[in-house]
């Protein structure tokens, strides 16, 4: 079989036709702050036999024919897409991160992998009905499935999560992108392992030799070729040109990688996977290669890929509610119990807890990808695929509103959860020791501490260094032994010298005290209200309320400002 | 601030050299100094450490012999604690090759696994002076408080030039977060933000601790943490490395997937303090 003229125009028209649709609608969904990867998919639904092959039959299969060798040129398109895409989740993923966070990202990962697997498989094999399954043999492969697809999670859309929500460099963060991180390589693992067990290999090797095959693969990329690949970087990045060479080299490792896992019976992306972790681990990458191919991996090749799902599946003919039901039911149970468990288990508190499992709770393109791969090796029915899909686009879009929900409700490191209107006095001192006077007295009430104590520690450490900022902006501070941050307001309009910055007296001092043995905490809510501050006329304007109540409701409105 | 030093002491080439350079040291921290070597004590051995100690200079009745025997690493760990050694100086290889490495030599254990504060001299020199750079790797935790407190001690003691923190901060999964959406220029300005305020986070810390009598600089890095700043002290020819103990025993699986102080362990980027 050959390409003829006409089969390359048809192609090149097709590709053009998708990436076109793929990009308008990827920007439509990102301006509503929704994933690109939702536009992406919805235009593959416009273009596929769900809308544009009811309208238009016969058009619909000239340029996206399902069978010959246009189907087969765009399928060979999109596995290359998909193994890219693969390669650059593994250039995410950093172990060493995994390490770093030790026993809290082990634990949430483990059990995220485990419940959510155990609830995927039990549910699969023993009402294997509700997934549209027949009691046959297959179900037990399937059952594994279904296990592995309910554990996997999404690093790119946790991330961007974490980063929205503005939480990606906190201790909580850190978490959440070691677990998400261990969790993919494992699922991953995992999913390689069930299609080797499936004996989807045309290379005659047994299940046991797959699986030796498998993980002497992964040891010896992610040791010796590691550290192979770290010394090679920078010698690339120096000696060839940038970044043509470097771009190179990562794809010729990964399609190596991809070739091998595919030749020993387990599928192509793993090898990607496996050998992007290897190169992303090299502390020579430099971020704009990073940045670069994502670029080139995401803007190209990922549009054709989701949108080449909507031409492959009709999502009205096999949409069916009930699968749809079970797939997020379990999703969600599984995950956010488990992770949040895990979280639990490890030493974080319910909400943070929750919020873990909320935020691993995310699959985007990871399942998608799983999905038809599962959906093209025979493992699953188009029914189960779509309702995969769904799966994956609620919990991707619904994790940052839960997130947001519980990190609110209970969050003491930010200054307006701190904020009480009984903690807000206005004074009328002209000495700073008798305003930091007053305010320890309402927190010596509220902490049910000894006056003199906190006094001695704020006024010990105002001897160190003077707390007032500038823009009438004081803090008084001290690190005492209480479990929470506490933060008391003294609107002084007098004005008293704290030795500021611009020489200004302070009208708006903010006494805080926090843990003592938490310096994070310290400079955190210290840089906070430092940084809340900065504009003089607002200051002149909050100076002028007339009681707590505006006061606080003024700064929350501020607040609320500042994050949007 | 050490009151009691203790030398890991074997007949290398650099064995004279670390005896002078712990003799300085005994008398910048006006302390006791004690010799640890592991190895059968017999007339020719016993010979052989006075022969050291002489050309070194020092006087053998204000120094403390400590003999130790099994394991080299194992063996000097325990007589250093058993002698109440605060300060352990060492003489190590600036880098090991990958299977000593990977299974530990000497001087790797004594770093990862000594129980108090650790120096580890890459060069010792026969005609020691003060260390005049110190750089000093920093989070805002209070053990690395600790570590501030105590290099910035050594470095009054030593008349430093320079004094400077590093912070290195990493953001794994950043290119995922930021996605297809932003162009370099947005990633490094985001970046640059971040370092932004990062450094003003520092000084803030910084600020707290009420350092005097030595201009503290504060450089904020972005890249992989614990590699970023080694290697920031590397390319500024630092005299002195300061890192906090690993708060965890360091296993082959840190070895494996280096991170933080592991960087600076696998290759040295300067004479290593290591403050427990």
Known sequence: MQLTAEHITTFILSISIMLLFAKVLGEIFSKLKQPAIVGEIVAGILLGPTVFGMISPDTFQWLFPQQGVIKIALDSFTTIAVILLLLISGLDVDLSIVLSQGKKAISTSFMGLVVPFILGFAVSYLFPQLMGIGEDGSKFVFALFMGTALSISALPVIAKTLMDLNIFKTRLGFIIIAAAMLNDLFGWLIFSIILGLMGANTHGFTFEQTLFFTITFVLLVLSIGKKIINKMIPLIQTKISFPGGILNFILILGFLGAAFTEFIGIHAIFGAFIVGIAIGDSVHLKENTRQIIHQFVSNIFAPLFFVSIGLRVNFIANFDIVIVLTILVLAFTGKVIGCGFGAYWSGLNKNESLVVGFGMNSRGAMEIILGILALQAGLIHEEVFVGLVIMALFTSISSAPFMSYFLKEKDRTKFRNLLQERFVIFTNENEKEKVIGKLVEVASKELKLEREVILKEVMSREKNLPTGIANYLAIPHAKIKIKEPFVAIAINKRGVNFDAADELPCKLIILLLTPENNNEIQLQLLSEIAAKFRNKEQVEKLLELPNASKLCGELKIMDEKGNS | ?276
């Open chain 2, 1 to 276: 601030m050490f009151s009691k030093i203790g030398l890991a002491i074997s007949f290398s080439p650099t064995g004279k050299a670390l005896v002078k350079e712990s003799l300085r040291l005994q008398k910048v921290f006006n302390s006791r100094l004690a010799l640890i070597h592991i190895g059968e004590r017999n007339s020719e051995s016993e010979e052989l450490l006075f022969k050291t100690i002489d050309e070194a200079g020092a006087n053998r009745n204000n120094i403390e012999l400590i003999w130790g025997e099994g394991d080299p690493a194992t063996a000097i760990i325990k007589a250093g604690k058993e002698a109440g050694i605060d300060l352990l100086v060492a003489g190590a290889l600036e880098k090991e090759n990958m299977l000593k490495f990977y299974f530990g030599s000497v001087a790797r254990k004594i770093m990862r696994e000594f129980p108090s504060s650790s120096l580890i001299l890459k060069s010792p020199s026969l005609e020691p002076v003060p260390f005049k750079k110190f750089f000093i790797t920093a989070d805002y935790s209070s053990r690395c408080e600790k570590t501030i407190r105590a290099a910035f001690q050594f470095a009054l003691k030593e008349n430093a030039e320079e004094f400077t923190i590093i912070r290195d901060f990493y953001m794994p999964g950043l290119t995922a977060a930021i996605g297809e959406n932003k162009t370099y220029d947005e990633l490094s300005s985001l970046i640059d933000q971040m370092k932004y305020d990062e450094e003003e986070k520092m000084k803030l810390f910084v600020n707290e601790l009420n350092l005097k009598g030595l201009e503290i600089k504060i450089v904020c890095v972005y890249g992989k943490e614990g590699w970023e700043d080694s290697n920031y002290a590397r390319n500024n020819n630092a005299d002195i490395f300061a890192v906090t103990g690993p708060e965890k025993k360091m296993r082959f699986l840190d070895r494996l997937f280096p991170h933080e102080i592991e960087f600076s362990f696998e290759a040295l980027p300067a004479n290593l303090l290591i403050i427990k």
